[in-house]
């Protein structure tokens, strides 16, 4: 622990947060100064997410360099799994010992439970997020082929770097069953999630996909939602199929339709997940827990 000179304020350490790599050596430096531990959130990859977003390739190149020697200069690095340690260890050449697992938790304010608002009408499955290529969109309107004489609706929340194709892609297979509202606003998307039957995560065999635990499926579990995702190690660590979340092979549609179909015939099942997703949520992903662990990791 170290004290501001001049004032009363102690200090543990200075986290710096993610997509900042360039502030990293001043983070550096008065972290120095002050002898506290400077904690950096790798959550997200600055360099891959540049990848992701179709940037051009020395840009990526110069990002890949930039992060690969300033993440040397953290004391720690926070990670939502530990498929991400193993994944960002090989990656930038670091010991796995600099990296804190720290799961994804949700913003407590706009994320819980809203059991007082009556579902929708129609079955309802919701998506939210920034359409990237590892999130699997692609798969959900697989999903959404399959199932498009069925009485059900796919609304999509949200923009991104594939968003336009994926509309263009719904436009030219007539999916009158999905449904893209764009970027709405917090209460908007809010009233989506609780009038809505269940959230999806994401469907796409890629490394990143496979690692993650992703936003979508912390922020609805917290708000005591049904879960469909894709089955992977990292889901595993925390959940259990049919019980606090209901699974699908990766980047498969028919996978993912059947998993619907069966929620939609068999409601016992939603409130089942409901519950299940929801504790687990209150055991390892509220902010508590959070602030546990960080305690534990770097100051125990």
């Known amino acids: 622990m170290c004290e501001i000179r001049g004032s009363n304020v102690e200090i543990d350490a200075l986290v710096l947060t993610k997509f900042n790599p ?3 050596p001043t983070a550096a ?3 120095w100064r002050l002898d506290c531990r400077l904690v950096y959130d790798l959550f ?3 360099y891959r997410t540049a990848e992701l977003r179709d940037v051009h390739p020395s840009i990526v190149r110069g990002l890949a360099l930039l992060e690969g020697m300033v993440l040397r200069l953290p004391d720690d690095l926070l990670v939502g799994t530990d498929q991400f340690i193993d994944l960002y260890s090989e990656m930038y050449g670091l010991p796995k010992e600099r990296f804190v697992r ?3 938790g949700a913003d407590e304010d706009w994320f819980y439970p809203r059991e007082e608002v009556d579902k929708r009408d129609t ?3 919701l998506y939210w997020g920034n359409f990237l290529p590892h999130h699997g969109v692609g798969t959900i309107l697989g999903a959404a082929v399959e199932l498009r004489k069925k009485p059900y609706e796919f609304v999509f929340l949200g923009s991104g770097p594939e968003q336009e194709r994926y509309q263009q892609m719904a436009n030219e297979l007539a999916l009158s069953n999905v449904r893209f509202e764009g970027f709405v606003s917090r209460e908007k998307q809010q009233e989506w999630i609780a009038s809505s039957h269940v959230c999806l995560g994401i469907f796409a065999d890629d490394p ?4 993650s635990i992703t936003n979508k499926v912390s922020e609805a579990v917290a708000s005591k939602k049904a879960v469909v995702t894709e089955q992977s190690p990292a889901i595993d660590k925390w959940f259990k199929h049919g019980e606090s979340i209901y699974t699908v092979p990766p980047d498969n549609p028919v996978g993912l339709a059947d998993a619907i179909q069966t929620l939609a015939t068999e409601r016992d099942r939603i409130e089942r997940l409901e519950a299940g997703g929801y504790r687990v949520y209150q055991q390892e992903f509220d902010v508590t827990s959070i602030g546990e662990i960080l305690e ?3 100051f125990s």
Do not use: E, G, H, K
């Not at 990143?208 to 690692?211: E, H, P, Q, V, W």
């Open 29 to 31: 430096y008065y972290a």
């Open 22 to 24: 360039l502030l990293l």
């Open 123 to 125: 079955f309802t499955i």
């Open 102 to 104: 720290l799961p994804p």
């Open 296 to 298: 534990d990791q770097l």
């Open 44 to 46: 997200v990859s600055l």
């Open 208 to 211: 990143r996909s496979l690692a």
